[in-house]
C-alpha cells in the first residue's frame, strides 16, 4: 500500500521582507536610575527600540513624561510612548484616585494610551465597570483609549477575567493588553493560543520577557521566575511570539524588564536581538511549514473548475467547534502544493465544503458560508435555523446544496435559487456527518448515537445511509451494520470510501455493505476529498496538521 500513499509536506517561499507582527519593540523603563532621561532616550534610540512606558500617577512621574517628550529623539517622533500605566487602588482616597487619573489622562500627549491596574484591596466588579466606565467616558472626550492592564495578585490577573468587563461595557475606547509574564503566572502557559484568541478582538499592547517554566508565589520568588531578558530562561519564548503571530496582532509589544538587576545597555541589546530573530523566525516558520500552515484540518474539498483544493481549519490548536472567528480555509493547487496559507479567513470553525460553478459553500458555526472562488471573497453568510453544529456539505448537479447538523440529526437543503430549509430532521440518522450525493439519493456518513458531546462518544459506531432526494425515505447502505465514527464519504466507481476518524482508517465500502480497510495507522482522519478524475482522495490529519494523498486509481489496478 505504501506505493500509493504520498505525505505531502511542502515548503513555501517566504514573502521578501515579511515579519507578520510589527517589529517594533519598546521597553519598561525599570532600574535606570542611574542614568538620565537623556541618556535613557539615547540608548533605546541606539539599541534600535521604538520607545519606552513607565507609570505616570504623581506628578514627579508626570514631569518625568515631559522631560521624555522634550528629548530630541522623542520631539522628533523617532521614538514614543505609546503608553503608561497608572495602578489604581480603590482603598486609597478615592477623590484624589479620581483626580489623578484624570490629571493623567489629561497631560498625555496625542497617540499614548493609558493602561489601568486595578488592584486588589477593596476591588469589586461594580466598582471596577464604573471606574472603567469613567475612564472610557472621559478618554473619548479626548480622543484617547483606555487599556486594561492584567496583573498577578491584583484584581483582574489575566486578560480572560478582563474580557467579561469590556463586553459589558462595549465601549469603542476600551482595549486590553496580554502580557506574558502575567498569563505565565495566571497558569496559562500551555493555552497561550486559546487566550489570545478569545483576547485578539480587544488586544492593543503585548508585552514580552524571558521567564522559567515553573513559577512561583510572588513572595517567594519576586519577579526573577517570569521576568528575565530574552535571552534567559527556560520557557520557550517563541511560543508566545508564534501566538501573536498566529492570531495576526497588530498591535505594539513591549519588553517587560521589572527587577532585572543587569546593566541596561547589556540585557536591553541582547533581549532586542534576540527579539528580531524571534519574529524572524517564527514568521518563517509558520508560513514555510505545512504543520503550522494547517491548523486542525477538517475537510479537504476538490473544485474542478479553478482546479484547486482546499482545506478548512477549525484553528485554535484543538477540536472546537466555538465561535471565536478563528478558522480559516487553505487553498491549494493541483498537485498539493500551498496557493494562500489562509485564503478565506474569518470564520468560526469550518467543516465541511461542497463546490458548485464558481462558488464554494462551507459549514460553519450556524450558518452556511457563500464564497466566489476567482475572487476569493465572502459573498454571504446564510443562517442554519437551530443548528447546534454544521458538518459537512454535498453539492447535486443543479446547484441544491445540503448541509448536515450533527447534533441535531439533522440536514438542511438550500434549492438554487431558494432559501435554506430542514430536509430531514430523525433521529434514524444517528448524528449525520458526512454527505455525498449519489445519482438520485443523499448519501450520509453517520457519526453513531452520541453519548457525550464533549468527547464525542458513542453507544456504538456509525454506518452509511441513503436518502432518497425525492421521497426522503432512508435506507441503509447494506445491512447497517455499525462500522465506524465516520466522518468523511465520497464515491469512486461502484464503491463509497469513507474515513473512520477514531480508528484513523479509510475504509471501501460496497453498494452492498461490503467493507474493507483501504489504510489505517493514522490519527483523526477527517473528511476526505476526491478528484475524481485523476482518482486522487485527499484527506485531512487532523491531529499532526498534514494531508494525505491516496491514488485510487493504483489501488485498483494493483
Given at each position: 500500500?505504501?506505493?500509493?500513499?504520498?505525505?505531502?509536506?511542502?515548503?513555501?517561499?517566504?514573502?521578501?521582507?515579511?515579519?507578520?507582527?510589527?517589529?517594533?519593540?519598546?521597553?519598561?523603563?525599570?532600574?535606570?536610575?542611574?542614568?538620565?532621561?537623556?541618556?535613557?532616550?539615547?540608548?533605546?534610540?541606539?539599541?534600535?527600540?521604538?520607545?519606552?512606558?513607565?507609570?505616570?500617577?504623581?506628578?514627579?512621574?508626570?514631569?518625568?513624561?515631559?522631560?521624555?517628550?522634550?528629548?530630541?529623539?522623542?520631539?522628533?517622533?523617532?521614538?514614543?510612548?505609546?503608553?503608561?500605566?497608572?495602578?489604581?487602588?480603590?482603598?486609597?482616597?478615592?477623590?484624589?484616585?479620581?483626580?489623578?487619573?484624570?490629571?493623567?489622562?489629561?497631560?498625555?500627549?496625542?497617540?499614548?494610551?493609558?493602561?489601568?491596574?486595578?488592584?486588589?484591596?477593596?476591588?469589586?466588579?461594580?466598582?471596577?465597570?464604573?471606574?472603567?466606565?469613567?475612564?472610557?467616558?472621559?478618554?473619548?472626550?479626548?480622543?484617547?483609549?483606555?487599556?486594561?492592564?492584567?496583573h498577578d495578585n491584583c484584581f483582574i490577573e489575566s486578560a480572560?477575567?478582563?474580557?467579561?468587563?469590556?463586553?459589558?461595557?462595549?465601549?469603542?475606547?476600551?482595549?486590553?493588553?496580554?502580557?506574558?509574564?502575567?498569563?505565565?503566572?495566571?497558569?496559562?502557559?500551555?493555552?497561550?493560543?486559546?487566550?489570545?484568541?478569545?483576547?485578539?478582538?480587544?488586544?492593543?499592547?503585548?508585552?514580552?520577557?524571558?521567564?522559567?517554566?515553573?513559577?512561583?508565589?510572588?513572595?517567594?520568588?519576586?519577579?526573577?521566575?517570569?521576568?528575565?531578558?530574552?535571552?534567559?530562561?527556560?520557557?520557550?519564548?517563541?511560543?508566545?511570539?508564534?501566538?501573536?503571530?498566529?492570531?495576526?496582532?497588530?498591535?505594539?509589544?513591549?519588553?517587560?524588564?521589572?527587577?532585572?538587576?543587569?546593566?541596561?545597555?547589556?540585557?536591553?541589546?541582547?533581549?532586542?536581538?534576540?527579539?528580531?530573530?524571534?519574529?524572524?523566525?517564527?514568521?518563517?516558520?509558520?508560513?514555510?511549514?505545512?504543520?503550522?500552515?494547517?491548523?486542525?484540518?477538517?475537510?479537504?474539498?476538490?473544485?474542478?473548475?479553478?482546479?484547486s483544493w482546499f482545506i478548512s481549519n477549525l484553528g485554535g490548536?484543538?477540536?472546537?467547534?466555538?465561535?471565536?472567528?478563528?478558522?480559516?480555509?487553505?487553498?491549494?493547487?493541483?498537485?498539493?502544493?500551498?496557493?494562500?496559507?489562509?485564503?478565506?479567513?474569518?470564520?468560526?470553525?469550518?467543516?465541511?465544503?461542497?463546490?458548485?460553478?464558481?462558488?464554494?459553500?462551507?459549514?460553519?458555526?450556524?450558518?452556511?458560508?457563500?464564497?466566489?472562488?476567482?475572487?476569493?471573497?465572502?459573498?454571504?453568510?446564510?443562517?442554519?435555523?437551530?443548528?447546534?453544529?454544521?458538518?459537512?456539505?454535498?453539492?447535486?448537479?443543479?446547484?441544491?446544496?445540503?448541509?448536515?447538523?450533527?447534533?441535531?440529526?439533522?440536514?438542511?437543503?438550500?434549492?438554487?435559487?431558494?432559501?435554506?430549509?430542514?430536509?430531514?430532521?430523525?433521529?434514524?440518522?444517528?448524528?449525520?456527518?458526512?454527505?455525498?450525493?449519489?445519482?438520485?439519493?443523499?448519501?450520509?456518513?453517520?457519526?453513531?448515537?452520541?453519548?457525550?458531546?464533549?468527547?464525542?462518544?458513542?453507544?456504538?459506531?456509525?454506518?452509511?445511509?441513503?436518502?432518497?432526494?425525492?421521497?426522503?425515505?432512508?435506507?441503509?447502505?447494506?445491512?447497517?451494520?455499525?462500522?465506524?465514527n465516520f466522518d468523511g464519504v465520497v464515491k469512486y466507481n461502484?464503491?463509497?470510501?469513507?474515513?473512520?476518524?477514531?480508528?484513523?482508517?479509510?475504509?471501501?465500502?460496497?453498494?452492498?455493505?461490503?467493507?474493507?480497510?483501504?489504510?489505517?495507522?493514522?490519527?483523526?482522519?477527517?473528511?476526505?476529498?476526491?478528484?475524481?478524475?485523476?482518482?486522487?482522495?485527499?484527506?485531512?490529519?487532523?491531529?499532526?496538521?498534514?494531508?494525505?494523498?491516496?491514488?485510487?486509481?493504483?489501488?485498483?489496478?494493483?
Amino acid at each position: 500500500m505504501k506505493s500509493i500513499i504520498k505525505l505531502s509536506l511542502f515548503v513555501l517561499s517566504m514573502q521578501i521582507g515579511a515579519q507578520g507582527i510589527d517589529k517594533s519593540l519598546y521597553a519598561f523603563d525599570f532600574k535606570m536610575d542611574s542614568l538620565t532621561i537623556l541618556q535613557r532616550a539615547k540608548l533605546f534610540d541606539k539599541l534600535g527600540y521604538s520607545g519606552t512606558t513607565f507609570i505616570v500617577k504623581n506628578d514627579k512621574q508626570i514631569k518625568k513624561l515631559q522631560e521624555y517628550l522634550d528629548t530630541e529623539t522623542f520631539s522628533s517622533g523617532k521614538l514614543s510612548i505609546p503608553v503608561v500605566y497608572f495602578p489604581f487602588n480603590f482603598s486609597n482616597d478615592l477623590e484624589n484616585e479620581n483626580k489623578l487619573w484624570r490629571k493623567t489622562l489629561n497631560v498625555l500627549p496625542e497617540g499614548t494610551d493609558l493602561w489601568v491596574i486595578i488592584l486588589k484591596e477593596d476591588a469589586t466588579e461594580k466598582k471596577t465597570l464604573e471606574l472603567l466606565k469613567d475612564m472610557t467616558t472621559e478618554a473619548q472626550k479626548l480622543n484617547k483609549n483606555i487599556v486594561i492592564y492584567p496583573h498577578d495578585n491584583c484584581f483582574i490577573e489575566s486578560a480572560e477575567e478582563a474580557i467579561p468587563y469590556i463586553e459589558k461595557l462595549n465601549e469603542p475606547n476600551l482595549f486590553l493588553t496580554l502580557h506574558l509574564c502575567h498569563e505565565l503566572r495566571a497558569g496559562n502557559g500551555s493555552r497561550l493560543l486559546d487566550v489570545a484568541i478569545k483576547a485578539s478582538p480587544y488586544l492593543k499592547f503585548a508585552s514580552v520577557s524571558g521567564a522559567n517554566m515553573t513559577m512561583f508565589e510572588n513572595e517567594e520568588q519576586g519577579w526573577a521566575d517570569a521576568i528575565k531578558p530574552l535571552d534567559e530562561g527556560d520557557y520557550d519564548v517563541s511560543e508566545f511570539i508564534s501566538v501573536l503571530q498566529k492570531i495576526k496582532f497588530k498591535g505594539k509589544t513591549i519588553l517587560h524588564t521589572f527587577g532585572i538587576e543587569d546593566a541596561p545597555k547589556d540585557h536591553l541589546s541582547r533581549s532586542i536581538e534576540k527579539w528580531n530573530d524571534l519574529v524572524d523566525s517564527t514568521f518563517k516558520n509558520q508560513n514555510n511549514n505545512l504543520n503550522n500552515i494547517l491548523d486542525n484540518p477538517e475537510n479537504a474539498c476538490w473544485d474542478e473548475v479553478s482546479r484547486s483544493w482546499f482545506i478548512s481549519n477549525l484553528g485554535g490548536g484543538k477540536v472546537t467547534i466555538e465561535k471565536d472567528g478563528y478558522g480559516w480555509i487553505t487553498r491549494l493547487d493541483e498537485k498539493g502544493k500551498v496557493i494562500s496559507n489562509r485564503w478565506i479567513e474569518d470564520l468560526d470553525a469550518p467543516t465541511g465544503m461542497a463546490s458548485y460553478k464558481n462558488l464554494l459553500y462551507v459549514a460553519d458555526r450556524g450558518v452556511l458560508v457563500e464564497i466566489d472562488i476567482t475572487e476569493g471573497k465572502i459573498i454571504r453568510k446564510i443562517n442554519l435555523p437551530n443548528s447546534e453544529f454544521a458538518n459537512d456539505v454535498a453539492a447535486t448537479p443543479s446547484g441544491d446544496i445540503y448541509v448536515s447538523d450533527t447534533f441535531t440529526n439533522s440536514i438542511y437543503k438550500l434549492p438554487k435559487n431558494k432559501d435554506i430549509e430542514i430536509f430531514v430532521k430523525n433521529d434514524t440518522l444517528e448524528y449525520p456527518n458526512g454527505l455525498w450525493v449519489d445519482g438520485n439519493h443523499l448519501v450520509v456518513a453517520t457519526w453513531g448515537p452520541m453519548t457525550n458531546r464533549a468527547t464525542f462518544e458513542t453507544s456504538r459506531k456509525g454506518t452509511l445511509m441513503r436518502i432518497d432526494l425525492e421521497t426522503k425515505e432512508i435506507k441503509p447502505v447494506g445491512k447497517g451494520l455499525p462500522i465506524a465514527n465516520f466522518d468523511g464519504v465520497v464515491k469512486y466507481n461502484k464503491s463509497y470510501y469513507a474515513t473512520d476518524w477514531t480508528g484513523g482508517r479509510l475504509l471501501k465500502i460496497s453498494e452492498h455493505g461490503d467493507v474493507e480497510e483501504v489504510v489505517s495507522g493514522f490519527s483523526q482522519f477527517a473528511d476526505l476529498g476526491i478528484n475524481i478524475k485523476n482518482g486522487i482522495v485527499m484527506i485531512p490529519e487532523m491531529s499532526k496538521n498534514r494531508f494525505i494523498l491516496i491514488y485510487l486509481k493504483s489501488l485498483l489496478t494493483q
